[in-house]
């Protein structure tokens, strides 16, 4: 299994932009997709996007497409959420997360989770 840990929370005013890191652990990265979800206080986890072992591929929710854009490289062991337009409503935990299957990584087939990282959009 592949251990995660996030970086890059923060505060940050409506309209700017935050960059979050997730590093992996392991010789195994290149074989995962990964994942990203959020959080957001009294509400269930729900999916942001997630790129393909390669990083050929992404998707995204609909309420990020446009804003959000998810990277990685494999020779770092990183994948990275690029967060632009940033509303109030995206204030939430984020985390990274990886699983073996591109299509049901979103409906939450996940093998390891990182810790979280808390994301702050002010009004």
């Known amino acids: 299994q592949v251990q995660l840990v996030e970086s890059g929370g923060g505060l940050v005013q409506a309209g700017g932009s935050l960059r979050l890191s997730c590093a992996a652990s392991?010789?195994?990265?290149?074989?995962?997709?990964m994942g990203w979800f959020r959080q957001a206080p009294g509400n269930e986890r729900e999916f942001v996007g997630a790129i393909s072992w390669s990083g050929g591929s992404t998707y995204y929710a609909d309420s990020v497409k446009g804003r959000f854009t998810i990277s990685r490289d494999n020779g770092k062991n990183t994948v990275y959420l690029q967060m632009n337009s940033l509303k109030p409503e995206d204030t939430a935990v984020y985390y990274c997360a990886a699983s073996k299957n591109y299509v049901r990584v979103r409906s939450g087939d996940i093998e390891s989770w990182g810790q979280g990282t808390q994301v702050t959009v002010s009004s």
């Open positions: 392991g010789r195994t990265f290149s074989s995962y997709v």
